[in-house]
């Protein structure tokens, strides 16, 4: 079983609020992403790393910020919350040695 | 570019019937392919993957065939179980990059 967490599990807060979505892997992984799911189920790549002090957006664009200061953690930041950006937020890693990226249990924003 | 699709759900069946759940990708070159699954209030797991063409994953009682002649690598179950009911999503490896498809919503009732 694949150790990475996500906190919080679900988050309400309103509008124009700060947030930070923790996650954190204990795998050594070099590789980490977060995805956004639609209510729809849809899964949108929105930024990864590669490694330390390495960050790139992904498929989806997002006003959210990412930062990689130390390979287990990789934040997530959305300066000022809106009822847009409620979501589920995933985070993922993969190791050198990893076949596959390996998902937190998510985090579910609510923003009202 | 590279992307992946999945029938439509929500499938419902009953128990003990048999489940096809049908993914097509479009892609450069051979690229790894998944299944994932997502139970309610959960992240995504590896269900299963395949590396290369005719390669076969399997796992839990689920296989999939990556077919390359007919980019396809649809889910099979031959008997689907309540506890079976879940999101699947079909994905492609993109240079350590998922792509997912849209997700396929499976009810098993007893």
């Known amino acids: 079983e694949a150790d990475i967490y996500q906190t919080p599990r679900y988050l309400v807060i309103g509008t124009g609020k700060k947030i930070t979505l923790e996650c954190s892997q204990t795998?050594?992984?070099?590789?980490m992403y977060w995805y956004q799911q639609d209510p729809g189920m849809e899964l949108h790549l929105i930024h990864y790393s590669y490694g330390v002090n390495s960050t790139e957006k992904g498929d989806l664009s997002s006003e959210s910020t990412v930062s990689r200061i130390r390979t287990e953690h990789f934040p997530l930041t959305l300066e000022s919350a809106r009822p847009s950006h409620t979501s589920q937020y995933l985070c993922a890693s993969l190791g050198v040695r990893a076949d596959t990226q390996y998902f937190g249990p998510g985090t579910r924003l609510t923003v009202l | 570019g590279n992307s992946v699709t999945q029938m439509e759900g929500p499938v419902t069946l009953s128990e003990e019937a048999f489940l096809t759940i049908n993914c097509t990708y479009t892609a450069t070159g051979y690229p790894s392919l998944f299944w994932y699954v997502q139970y309610p209030g959960e992240g995504l797991q590896l269900l299963l993957k395949a590396t290369k063409a005719d390669d076969k994953g399997s796992n839990k009682g689920f296989e999939a065939t990556y077919r390359k002649e007919t980019t396809s690598f649809h889910l099979e179950k031959g008997s689907v179980q309540v506890s079976d009911s879940a999101v699947y999503f079909c994905?492609?490896?993109?240079?350590?990059?998922?792509?997912f498809g849209q997700g396929t919503e499976l009810s098993v009732k007893p």
């Open positions: 795998m050594g992984h070099d590789k």
């Open positions: 994905a492609l490896d993109q240079g350590g990059k998922l792509i």
